[in-house]
């Protein structure tokens, strides 16, 4: 029975290690400032990563709605002031509702008690805008290593990372 | 309650201040996340460069956004810097079209984050006046504050100003749908009124949520 479950974990974590190396982590941009969000998608796109870009909160959360636990993106990089639904509001329901994808906010917002209210909400990252595209990198890798591990977790019935 | 009256206008005094630094700092990023986006583009293009090249037109519409950007900051400082004057001296002299469109520009996102929209109905020919133009501004954001807190998304606020018998009018008014819950505004009408009296200004409130200020005309310094 431990046997199974090693081998188990071991199947997870090679399958983990073969999708890290995809080249197609997916990301879903969302902020209102259509410039921004359309040429930071060109440089993570220019990174091999799959990204799409909505330009508020309720578009986020209709793009999330209704697709398959496979589509979903790894790591979604959200503005924090946006008109009609704010970041956070958008965070709470992702946490909700997809809770599987990982969020970083990208703001030019510098309030801590935001930060601290995504914190406690679940927020993966929260940087602040100007953001290096190294720095943005690294942390969606991060985000996509974390959430396999999460993945791998929930198989083998192991939630210690949750 | 002299002594009170001093402390709750310092308090919105310095609320509206905070308020206008946050805001302003916020697009300041923004517009440099940007610049820092169109530019770190051109960067790839060159180091990275492969199948993702782009044709001249393109890199050109990238310059031209930097460009943009670079514009947009810099009328944002302007503003941000001439309001940071007008508290240089407790009266001075000044347009009030001026003022208020320093402020409309420095308070226009706080309304597009509530998708409330802010149109500026600015009179001609209205003289310089003598008086204290932060003042005047505090007491317009306070009325902005209010109507952005009691109006729902997709409302109107228009800010206008008129020459009117011997003062300037600066009105204030709503147009949309009243908010569910309306929260408070940041000060209150006694307030307002006190500090509009002691620039000799009045206030007058109309049942559909306008207000106008009036101020009366007062030689500049100079003049």
Redesign the interface.
């Known amino acids: 029975m431990a046997a199974t479950r090693v081998h188990q974990r071991l199947a997870e974590r090679r399958q983990s290690e073969s999708v890290s190396t995809r080249k197609d982590i997916k990301v879903l941009l969302v902020d209102d ?1 259509q ?2 969000v359309d ?2 998608a ?2 993570l ?3 091999n990563l799959e990204v799409d870009t909505v330009y508020d909160g309720s578009q986020a959360l209709a793009f999330l709605m209704d697709l398959p636990v496979e589509d979903e993106p790894d790591a979604m990089v959200l503005d924090l ?4 639904m704010s970041g956070l509001e958008v965070l709470r329901r992702v946490k909700k509702y997809y809770p599987r994808v990982e969020v970083i906010m990208l ?5 801590d008690s935001d930060a601290d209210e995504a914190q406690r909400v679940g927020v993966f990252d929260f940087l ?4 290096d ?1 190294d720095t943005l990198m690294g942390r969606i890798r991060e985000a996509h290593r974390v959430k396999l591990e999460k993945a791998a977790a929930r198989v083998s019935g192991d939630d210690s990372t949750t | 309650m002299e002594q009170n009256r001093e402390k709750d206008l310092r308090v919105a005094q310095t609320t509206f201040v905070g308020r206008i630094i946050a805001s302003f700092t916020h697009e300041l990023r923004n517009y440099l996340a940007i610049i820092g986006e169109s530019a770190g583009l051109q960067q790839d293009m060159i180091s990275l460069g492969g199948k993702s090249k782009l044709d001249a037109s393109e890199y050109l519409k990238f310059l031209k956004d930097i460009e943009a950007e670079v514009r947009r900051a810099l009328k944002l400082i302007t503003y941000l810097n001439r309001y940071a004057h007008r508290m240089d001296f407790e009266t001075s002299d000044f347009s009030v079209n001026e003022a208020m469109e320093e402020l409309a520009a420095l308070v226009s996102r706080l309304a597009y984050l509530k998708k409330i929209s802010l149109e500026r109905e600015f009179g001609p020919d209205i003289p310089i006046i003598h008086t204290s133009p932060a003042l005047i501004q505090l007491v317009v954001y306070c009325l902005f504050d209010q109507m952005l807190k009691s109006m729902s998304r997709n409302s109107t606020i228009t800010l206008k100003t008129e020459a009117v018998s011997g003062a300037v009018a600066i009105s204030l008014t709503p147009r949309g749908t009243p908010a569910e819950a309306a929260e408070e505004g940041m000060c209150s009408g006694t307030e307002l009124e006190q500090v509009l009296q002691s620039i000799g200004g009045t206030m007058t409130r109309q049942s559909d949520g306008a207000a106008t200020v009036q101020l009366p005309f007062t030689k500049p310094a100079g003049g």
């Open positions: 400032e410039a921004f040429t930071l060109m440089r796109r220019m990174r002031k946006m008109p009609d703001t030019g917002h510098g309030s602040k805008k100007p953001v595209i």
